[in-house]
């Protein structure tokens, strides 16, 4: 059974960073994409961004593009949501999920059959 487990959300404020990460068993890591979504209080889970089992193909939502990166370390099982200039709109549970192949994810969280725990990012103004 796949385990996801992620880590790193806290308390920011707006304009601050946070690092995420998702850690990940049960799983040949390197074969799958993977992917960060978020939901938000009240809202339905949203896609966040995603990359190729390489790192070298990435994909964002345009309300983090330029202000999140997404990456990966093979070797650790490991991935990363780095998030810089977050906004109070940027409040939400994380969650990591991963693909069906090397290359490919879906951008839609109903999907998936099952998530982690999350990671909670609280972003004060």
């Known amino acids: 059974q796949v385990q996801l487990v992620e880590s790193g959300g806290g308390l920011a404020q707006a304009g601050g960073s946070l690092r995420l990460s998702c850690a990940v068993a049960?799983?040949?890591?390197?074969?799958?994409?993977m992917g960060w979504f978020r939901q938000a209080p009240g809202k339905e889970r949203e896609f966040v961004a995603t990359?190729?089992?390489?790192?070298?193909?990435?994909y964002y939502a345009d309300s983090v593009k330029g202000r999140f990166t997404i990456s990966r370390d093979n070797a650790k099982n490991t991935l990363y949501l780095q998030m810089n200039s977050l906004k109070p709109e940027d409040t939400a549970a994380y969650y990591c999920?991963?693909?069906?192949?090397?290359?490919?994810?879906?951008?839609?969280?109903?999907?998936?059959?099952?998530w982690g725990q999350g990671t909670q990012v609280t972003v004060s103004s």
């Open positions: 049960g799983l040949t890591f390197r074969m799958y994409a």
């Open positions: 999920n991963f693909g069906s192949d090397r290359w490919d994810i879906s951008t839609t969280p109903s999907n998936f059959a099952s």
């Open positions: 990359t190729s089992w390489s790192g070298e193909s990435t």
